[in-house]
């Protein structure tokens, strides 16, 4: 008459083989129901927020698809090193350490068709479908459209830093990515010809996670004839700054007929919340209270280590 709950941190696995192993270990003690694959960016407000956004407002339901969207940018940027992790980030780098957890996770619900209801399989099996739609890597999409970088030696904030290679625990050969950007597509009719832009690394020009919803722009005619706007942006803003803008172009009314870009800016850091709970405070009240909604169920590890496998290997090249 007791329940129990077996929670495992990112990454689950280092690749397919060692995920599938890992997940076959588990499912002879726990079912899949009992084990919460947890990830902390999920438990992010801003995260959290996605789907109220897309699905309480009908101004963004109606505009959410290629036909209004020109394409959307997912950026994680760290302006801090590896620190003490040199151990575990031989072992991962940024696609096994973000892109194959974080940022797929956070691309499936930002992509995802409205689920039939607010349950968590019903949540879960919508950003399942996502992950599938990911176009196929093949070497020439490979090769076009990803890029992966490490980051050496340099000033950050007045102060000498070191390299990766120069990192405590970290191989003075090492060939591990600090930096990777792709360039995706979701094949299916919502999003066909919408490009995803991923960008995650460190040691980064500022601390920052959001996502950037660039809208289409008007055809070259009236107010478009003759000078250049700037594009329709939602940007959703994870971190450090918690909030959202919607920028869009109005009247100059400082000169007879210039146009310029204004943003409506929300921000949710209020001083009058108090001490609101960190992602993992908010994760484990989940599992204490077993609902999975906010973790990986394994058919989407599965399939995001598919995908992730091909960029790895790639990258190993």
Do not use: C
Request: charge should be negative; proline fraction near 4%; hydrophobic fraction near 40%.
């Amino acid at each position: 008459n007791s329940w129990n709950r077996l929670v495992i941190e990112k990454p689950f696995g280092k690749d397919l083989d060692t995920a599938r192993e890992l997940n076959n270990s588990l499912l002879e003690v726990y079912p899949e129901k009992d084990i919460y694959r947890i990830d902390h960016y999920l438990g992010k407000e801003m995260i959290q927020n996605i789907m109220v956004l897309r699905f309480s407002n009908p101004i963004f339901t109606a505009l959410w698809s290629n036909k209004y969207i020109d394409n959307i940018q997912i950026t994680l940027a760290e302006d801090k090193g590896i620190g003490t992790r040199g151990n575990y980030y031989e072992q991962s780098g940024a696609m096994r350490d973000m892109v194959q957890n974080h940022v797929i996770q956070i691309l499936s619900l930002v992509a995802m068709e409205p689920p039939i209801s607010l349950t968590m399989d019903a949540i879960r099996s919508e950003k399942q479908k996502v992950i599938q739609a990911i176009e196929e890597f093949t070497p020439e999409h490979l090769r076009d459209n990803v890029v992966f970088g490490q980051y050496g030696k340099g000033t950050v904030a007045g102060e000498q830093v070191v390299g990766y290679r120069e990192e405590e625990n970290v191989s003075p050969t090492s060939n591990i990515e600090t930096f990777v950007a792709l360039k995706m597509h979701i094949n299916n009719f919502r999003w066909y010809g919408t490009p995803f832009y991923v960008r995650t690394g460190k040691r980064l020009a500022m601390n920052s996670a959001e996502i950037v919803i660039q809208f289409k722009e008007l055809p070259n005619i009236l107010y478009f004839e003759k000078t250049l706007q700037e594009p329709n942006l939602l940007v959703i803003r994870i971190q450090p700054k918690v909030g959202m803008y919607f920028q869009f172009n109005t009247k100059d009314f400082s000169t007879h007929n210039d146009i310029i870009p204004m943003s409506m800016d929300t921000s949710y850091d209020n001083p009058a919340q108090g001490n609101t709970p960190e992602a993992y405070e908010r994760l484990i009240y989940d599992i204490l209270r077993g609902d999975a909604t906010l973790f990986s169920r394994w058919d989407e590890v599965e399939s995001a280590w598919a995908m992730a496998d091909k960029i790895i290997k790639y990258s190993e090249t």
